[in-house]
């Protein structure tokens, strides 16, 4: 639990010790694991519904829970924070005293501010409502498109306004992370969407996936394509923010495309943003925030910079794999000489006919015991038989147990042939 005391320009946020903070720690562990197993023993059908990283969603959501319950992480994250934003005279992020906090105690700077959401108070300081939020949107297209590192729980306790229209944030427990490539990707998606172009779209999502099973991509951009005609003309007042990262991530599960974990903590961000802009000004135009973002992306992507250091990273990887060539073919030939090089070769796509013919060479099976039961019983009918074997009705009870017996795996077998049609 979090306590806030406002005291001689600082606030302190602590764990209060009397509530065992040990025990609050074992406690969260147990339910992760609990998560864990869950996801473990549902995995199969999890990834046959399209969650292909659901074990990377828990794993990062573990690590954000334990971030969220360590000061000391909120405190490099503050101050990381601050550094980025340190020439951004319309946002502020607030200090922290490292050398009086520690894991279960944080002082910061004291902020004056009044939510975002208060538009009355807002208002009262002769603030615009609507340059607030785009000032505010802007901050955090910022942070995901540009910076690669963003505030992941921007609900508005923690997205502040002060009386001179500066955005402040606080809480920096919850924070995400994009890979330059994967930023590059990720806004790739949303400068297609703008440039109503699918086919950049698709070629976007691809580069972000880590896996995918995208086969027929002309298919993938049609599908892309329909998301882009019904969301290139909406606004936050019709919800395109949350209809759009559900459809965008209906099209990842059915394309079975597995992303990194934190594009689900920046889809979390889009649907609370949505909510924010709704309170504040339900016409604002989300698009018109994202567009520009487009053109600093591509710009930066073919900068001299960028292209030197993509230069630069290749040759060093083209380097690395030719100096370790000799060694890698020395490791083969080594186990190949001593009988240890194993080929696994994987069947895809057989796993029908496997069923199919598994279930003719049973039937097969059945009808020639089926068979051989009645040809029994016809052999034992006109066989002479002793005055000591047993009938029924004149006829020998073995030839009787062998029609009995045929006859009852005939009507298994028939049972079988009619539900496999019934179920087809």
């Given at each position: ?102 894991e279960q105690v944080l002082i910061m700077e004291y902020i004056d501010a009044v939510k975002i959401t208060d538009v009355q108070q807002i208002k009262a300081w002769g603030l615009s409502v609507p340059k607030i939020l785009e000032t505010g949107m802007d901050l955090y297209l910022t942070m995901i498109f540009e910076k690669g590192i963003f505030h992941a729980d921007p609900h508005p306790g923690n997205v502040l306004v002060r009386s001179d229209g500066t955005i402040c944030l606080i ?254």
């Amino acid at each position: 639990e979090r306590v806030e005391h406002n005291q001689e320009n600082a606030d302190f946020i602590n764990f209060d010790p009397n509530r065992d903070s040990i025990a609050h720690k074992e406690k969260e562990e147990q339910d992760i694991a609990i998560i864990h197993d869950a996801v473990r023993r549902t995995n199969r059908y999890l990834k046959k519904q399209g969650i292909l990283n659901a074990q990377e969603i828990v794993d990062l959501f573990e690590r954000t829970m334990a971030r969220e319950l360590d000061f000391q992480t909120e405190a490099r994250n503050l101050e990381r924070f601050k550094k980025l934003f340190k020439d951004n005279k319309k946002i502020y992020i607030p200090s922290c005293y490292k050398e009086l906090s520690s894991e279960q105690v944080l002082i910061m700077e004291y902020i004056d501010a009044v939510k975002i959401t208060d538009v009355q108070q807002i208002k009262a300081w002769g603030l615009s409502v609507p340059k607030i939020l785009e000032t505010g949107m802007d901050l955090y297209l910022t942070m995901i498109f540009e910076k690669g590192i963003f505030h992941a729980d921007p609900h508005p306790g923690n997205v502040l306004v002060r009386s001179d229209g500066t955005i402040c944030l606080i809480d920096f427990g919850m924070v995400g992370k994009l890979m330059p490539k994967d930023k590059y990707a990720f806004a790739g998606v949303f400068i297609g969407l703008a440039k109503q172009d699918a086919r950049y779209m698709a070629n976007s999502l691809r580069k972000l996936a880590i896996e995918h099973e995208i086969h027929d991509m002309r298919q993938f951009e049609y599908d892309l394509d329909d998301v882009i005609e019904d969301f290139s003309d909406q606004d936050v007042s019709e919800g395109s923010l949350s209809d759009l990262t559900i459809r965008l991530q209906d099209v990842m599960f059915r394309y079975r495309i597995k992303a990194p974990g934190s594009v689900f903590l920046i889809f979390r961000c889009f649907v609370i943003l949505e909510g924010i802009g709704k309170q504040l000004h339900p016409n604002f135009n989300t698009y018109d925030a994202i567009k520009p973002y487009g053109a600093k992306i591509i710009k930066e992507q073919l900068s001299p910079a960028n292209l030197y250091r993509n230069l630069e990273g290749r040759f060093n990887e083209f380097s690395s794999m030719i100096s370790s060539f000799p060694n890698e073919v020395k490791v083969i030939m080594k186990k190949a000489r001593q009988g240890k090089l194993h080929f696994q070769v994987e069947h895809q796509g057989y796993g029908y006919l496997l069923k199919k013919m598994d279930s003719i060479t049973n039937r097969i099976v059945l009808s020639i015991i089926i068979s051989s039961l009645i040809v029994a019983s016809a052999i034992t009918m006109t066989m002479e038989m002793g005055p000591d074997l047993p009938t029924y009705k004149g006829l020998p009870q073995i030839s009787i147990t062998f029609l009995t017996i045929a006859g009852w795996i005939s009507l298994i077998l028939a049972y079988s042939v009619i539900r496999r049609r019934k179920y087809k």
